[in-house]
């Protein structure tokens, strides 16, 4: 691109100062044909780069839009993550309260627990409570984890556009 580019500023040059050393009117029209056709060609090059340029930096927009919705997205993700992990906390607290208050009341009833067997119920219970949320927790951070692989694929490939498209200009 760049040696066409070269080419046509070239082809100015020469067309700007013709040499009149001798030449019949037919070689320089023959010349000049020669020429106008090269200004032809970089005109077309021209309007196809200007229409290239054009459509990447449609996509740029597209993928900055794309990038941003994906950093609300990730907010988001974070904050739910956040919700999700005072639920756990919450629950946690309320599973023991129930605990707490069905031991009483087993207490109350006359058929007591030792307790070793009281603090063994707690415990079983909150392990199962604990790998059930950690599980959950495990399973949205990977597909947290799998969108924002995809979302940084996305984001390079932008900015390798955006470069070459600065590489362009320059």
Known sequence: MEGRLKQCSAMHV???????????????AYENRD????????ESENANLSARNRELRKEVVVLQAENEALRRQKRMDEDTLEHLRKR?????????????????????????LHEKEFQEIIRSSQQQLTAFYEEKMV????????????????IQEKDAIIAALKEEEA
Not at 14 to 28: D, H, I, M, T
Not at 35 to 42: G, H, P, T, V
């Open 35 to 42: 020429l106008s056709e090269k200004l032809r060609s970089c």
């Open 139 to 154: 399973a949205m951070q990977a597909e947290m984890d799998r969108f924002y692989a995809e979302a940084s694929a996305c």
């Open 14 to 28: 020469s067309a700007a100062a013709p040499e009149q050393s001798g030449r019949s009117k037919s070689e320089l």
């Open 88 to 112: 756990i906390c919450e629950s946690e607290r309320k599973e023991r309260h129930l605990l707490v208050t069905v031991a009483a009341r087993e207490l109350e009833a006359g058929s007591p």
